[in-house]
């Protein structure tokens, strides 16, 4: 059985420090991967995705992958209360199933 | 943008009724998807299509059936509803995956369904 685990949290960082979620996955093979951003009652948005070992920045937010230890991460930097949210990590698989965390759920305090 | 909408955010019906929750897309995207959302659960996959006329079933198919008669168009049926199927239902579509770099899938607003 193919996984993707996720802390459930809540994880609770102050307004404009870094909150730093992070995810592992049990298959080698897997190559992409997407982070995705819950609101209470909402249906997720693509935040970003990684396919290539290292990071990739996008404004306020950074992916880390590394396929070695498989995990990815993702940093957002000056935390806001609007990044209040849950968060979820998915992966595709080598079969090309995109496999879900259960998510985070992150808490900004003003 | 991808625009994924689904035909109602909220639906209330009773318990034996079939019920039809409607998806379209409007990208061109190839696959399809159907999720049930509940708390603790997570996204389970229930349905998904990578072609017209063409499905598959997910991790938890029982009492769900599904159409794509269009490209742009995926249905998901209930065929008689049972109250352990209230739930959020997400309907996503992406560009068909393969050839290195899978595309993400992108999700509607999501449909709240009761069920009495």
């Known amino acids: 059985q193919k996984e993707v685990e996720q802390n459930s949290g809540p994880l609770s960082v102050p307004e404009g420090a870094i909150a730093s979620l992070n995810c592992t996955y049990s298959?080698?093979?897997?190559?992409?991967f997407f982070w995705y951003r819950q609101y209470s009652g909402k249906s997720p948005e693509l935040i970003m995705f990684i396919y290539s070992n290292g990071d990739k920045e996008d404004g306020r937010f950074t992916a880390q992958l590394n396929k070695a230890s498989q995990y990815v991460s993702l940093l957002i930097r000056d935390s806001q209360p609007s990044d209040s949210a849950t968060y979820l990590c998915a992966v595709m698989d080598s079969n090309y199933q995109l496999i879900w965390g259960a998510g985070t759920k992150l808490i900004i305090k003003p | 943008d991808v625009k994924v909408t689904q035909s109602s955010r909220y639906l209330v019906k009773r318990t034996g009724e079939k019920v039809f929750l409607e998806c379209v897309q409007d990208m061109d995207h190839e696959n399809m998807f159907w999720y049930r959302q509940d708390p603790g659960l997570g996204l389970r996959l229930i349905y998904f299509s990578y072609d017209v006329k063409m499905k598959e079933k997910g991790d938890i198919p029982e009492g769900y059936s599904v159409s794509r008669e269009k490209k742009e168009r995926f249905s998901l049926i209930l065929e008689s509803a049972s109250t352990n199927q209230t739930s959020m239902y997400l309907c996503?579509?992406?560009?068909?995956?393969?050839?290195?770099?899978?595309?993400?899938?992108?999700f509607g607003d999501g449909t709240r369904l009761s069920i009495l």
């Open positions: 996503a579509s992406s560009l068909l995956t393969g050839q290195g770099l899978n595309q993400p899938q992108h």
């Open positions: 298959d080698r093979g897997s190559q992409s």
